[in-house]
């Protein structure tokens, strides 16, 4: 009895600790993206709903958990924004680290070229920004083991 209780309030707790997404509109993601300092953006475009999206997540998670300096991980849902509950029961399920902003912009059109002119709105969509130097480089396809780091690498040098 004693070990079921221990484990429910640890699993409650975890719960309670876990993050939660912040409900944004395009002009925060701007923000991001224009912001000046010495950190490499690494902005992720996802949904829930989406298996390469979600395959992909642990690779961002795992360079948050590892703090490499000078790289900063923005996962941008855009599940729709009565979803809320949901992205937020993803979050504490699948232990993700990054800062989690839930995107409200239903017209794609409005933002879409704003984060880079060639993109057609597929996801999984990851944005490189070298905040300092301007370089960017975007990536419109499932990240895979080893790709993110060569990506972040190539805007270092």
């Known amino acids: ?25 395009f002009d925060r993601i701007e923000s991001i993206i224009k912001t000046t ?3 490499i953006q690494v902005i992720n ?26 790289v900063k991980v923005t996962l941008v849902s855009v599940d729709y924004a009565d ?16 800062e989690v902003l839930l995107l409200d912009e239903l017209d794609y059109n409005a933002w879409i070229d704003k984060v880079d002119p060639g993109w057609g709105g597929a996801i999984p969509a990851t944005l490189f920004v070298n905040t300092k130097t301007g370089q960017r480089k975007f990536v419109d396809k499932e990240l895979k083991e080893g790709e993110l780091e060569k990506y972040i690498q190539s805007l270092k040098n």
């Open 83 to 98: 979803k809320i509950g949901q992205v937020n029961k993803f979050i504490a399920r699948n232990k993700l680290k990054p």
């Open 37 to 39: 300092s010495n950190e």
């Open 1 to 25: 009895m004693f070990k079921r209780v221990f484990v429910i309030l640890l699993f409650s707790f975890e719960v309670a600790v876990a993050q939660k997404a912040a409900i944004v509109k």
């Open 45 to 70: 475009f996802w949904a829930t709903w989406c298996g390469p999206c979600v395959k992909e997540l642990p690779l961002f998670n795992a360079l948050t958990i590892r703090q490499d300096a000078g």
